[in-house]
């Protein structure tokens, strides 16, 4: 029984340490400003912070809130993009990832395995997000549901106590918050739509042609920036370096002399 005992609780200290090994493994995510329109709060620690386009700062703990007409794009370090619409108040719980070494294209394929949990009080936001590395895990909660999504594009709208998720490509399980215990949710696939009710029906097009402009936009941020851990001090820590185009466009210049006039 002493040596049954003893293999017990080496196997309950094996695994308390393996844990404490991956937990230590992860680090801060960072979100980078990649487009700010109107009045946009952010908020840190409880302080407001006036971050400015081509900012990186940890994202975890930051709420933002947009005014009337104003929208922001953030870009996570694991290479999703948020597009924050207008009167929308969203914050990001967690957010944390694995290290990366410098040079993977994150708007192509997650560079490391991430946890992130949001909450969306109001209003909508867009997730557009690369190949998602196994084992990452995020999660959208709203004051009716929880969206665990797996990519690519999904709309989160919040909005008279009503939850709308539009899928427009890829898929999340969607769980109302009064769900019993161990509820599975429902699961969408692109191309379908859920309410509070977790009801499946065909994707409302007209609402995906309202937020095809700010999809695209989305999706342009994702190749803005690229992230690498590096150690500094002995601690790890991933930083945001904006991509600058190898060949810039050259203006065209019309000399008023060279157009023609009349017939």
């Known amino acids: 029984m002493k040596t049954a005992a003893k293999l017990l609780f080496g196997a309950a200290l094996c695994c308390a340490l393996s844990a404490t090994v991956r937990a230590q493994q992860s680090v801060p995510g960072k979100a980078y400003v990649a487009q700010i329109d ?7 620690s409880g302080k407001v912070t006036e971050l400015k386009k081509g900012e990186s700062v940890v994202a975890q703990g930051m709420l933002i809130e947009t005014g009337p007409g104003a929208s922001t794009i953030l870009v996570y370090s694991n290479g999703t993009s948020i597009f924050v619409d207008e009167q929308t108040i969203v914050e990001i719980r967690k957010f944390v990832q694995q290290p990366f070494p410098s040079g993977v294209d994150t708007a192509v394929i997650e560079p490391s395995v991430s946890d992130t949990i949001a909450h969306v009080r109001q209003g909508r936001v867009i997730i557009t997000t690369n190949q998602l590395a ?65 009801q499946v029906m065909p994707l409302d097009q007209d609402a995906a042609n309202k937020v095809a402009t700010q999809v695209a936009a989305a999706e342009r941020a994702q190749k803005v920036v690229v992230f690498g851990t590096t150690d500094a001090g002995g601690a790890s820590d991933i930083q945001a370096r904006a991509v600058v185009p190898a060949n810039l466009p050259v203006p065209l210049t019309v000399s008023p002399s060279t157009l023609r006039t009349g017939g």
């Open 38 to 44: 109107g009045a946009v709060t952010f908020t840190l």
């Open 134 to 198: 196994t084992g990452t895990s995020m999660v959208y909660l709203t004051p009716q549901s929880q969206v665990n999504i797996r990519g690519k594009e999904v709309v989160i709208e919040v909005r008279d106590q009503v939850t709308r998720v539009l899928m427009l490509a890829g898929d999340a399980t969607v769980t109302p918050s009064n769900s019993a215990p161990g509820s599975v949710g429902q699961t969408l696939h692109g191309g379908q739509m859920a309410v509070v009710q977790i």
